[in-house]
């Protein structure tokens, strides 16, 4: 069994440290299965199924993300710490994040519409996806300077975070 993004890496990424009771507690179930299921070994090169196998992968995820990103004209991702970026695991996610998160507007709301049909838990590497797919988009809505862009990038920001918050309560409900 694979090891989902842990908990505290999404609330980090879109809460903020100080995050709200309420999610915290629907996420209690999860954090056990999450924890359980970490395997530690060497993650520096590219895995299909996602990024994070690790409490230690996700502190380096946040520690990538949190020294700050760039996006380029052809909307390929860059960490502004070079010495981050030239580490192997540093490579390797930047690879994963330019190679399996949608980078478009419409490709964001296709991954918003599979995941807000889908019945079951979103899968590991759906999660690891999703919760990517909140940072860029939150990336690209700051950045964007007509409101008409900004206000349908806040949009599926907003759809994605949602998806992530059913997601969290669904798999809190069979605990």
Same mark, same amino acid.
């Given at each position: ?33 999450? +924890?359980? /299921?970490?395997? *530690?070994?060497?993650?520096? !090169? &590219? ?9 230690? %992968? ?38 994963? +994040?330019? /190679?399996?998160? *949608?980078?478009?507007?419409? !490709? &964001? ?9 889908? %019945? ?56």
């Amino acid at each position: 069994m694979q090891a989902k993004t842990p908990w505290f890496v999404t609330a980090w990424l879109f809460l903020g440290f100080g995050g709200l009771r309420d999610v915290r507690d629907l996420t209690v179930a999860r954090t056990y299965i999450l +924890l359980a /299921d970490a395997s *530690p070994g060497n993650h520096g !090169g &590219l895995n299909p199924q996602g990024f994070v196998k690790s409490i230690s %992968d996700a502190n380096r995820m946040y520690e990538f993300l949190l020294s700050g990103v760039q996006i380029n004209a052809d909307n390929n991702i860059a960490m502004l710490d070079k010495e981050l970026a030239s580490m192997r695991q540093g490579r390797a996610f930047l690879a994963f +994040l330019n /190679d399996n998160i *949608p980078k478009t507007l419409s !490709g &964001l709301e296709n991954m918003a519409n599979s995941l807000e049909v889908q %019945d079951k838990p979103i899968s590991s590497s759906h999660f690891e996806k999703l919760v990517l797919g909140i940072v860029y988009s939150a990336h690209q809505a700051r950045r964007q300077h007509p409101d008409v862009e900004q206000r349908a990038w806040t949009e599926v920001l907003g759809r994605l975070v949602n998806v992530t918050f059913v997601d969290l309560r669904r798999t809190n409900a069979k605990f």
